[in-house]
């Protein structure tokens, strides 16, 4: 079955750095496009970024472009999200997401929590 493991949340600084990842199996990960999402209490499941399946194109939201960074290892079966200069407002926990057979696959997210 399709599986994804996200790590490497915790608690940080504001201007501080974490690197999430998200190790998948159960499908061809070089095949589909991955994308991480995050979700703040009491409020509605957002894109963060997205990669597509050779790593080649990237897409960004608005509040994170230019300090986030997302790649992928298709050797490792494995996705990256890179966080720069974290601020408060990118509390939230942190979810992969894959689509690979018309149906929406999630982890089981990872907190990140932004304060001083």
């Known amino acids: 079955q399709v599986q994804l493991v996200e790590s490497g949340g915790g608690l940080v600084q504001p201007g501080g750095s974490l690197r999430l990842s998200c190790a998948a199996s159960g499908f061809t990960f070089s095949r589909y496009g991955m994308s991480w999402y995050r979700q703040a209490p009491g409020k509605e499941r957002e894109l963060v970024a997205r990669i597509s399946s050779a790593g080649i194109r990237t897409n960004y939201a608005d509040s994170v472009k230019g300090r986030f960074t997302i790649s992928r290892d298709n050797a490792k079966n494995t996705v990256y999200l890179q966080m720069n200069s974290l601020k408060s407002e990118d509390t939230a926990v942190y979810y992969c997401?894959?689509?690979?057979?018309?149906?929406?696959?999630w982890g089981q997210g990872t907190q990140v929590t932004v304060s001083s």
């Open positions: 997401n894959t689509n690979p057979f018309g149906d929406d696959y």
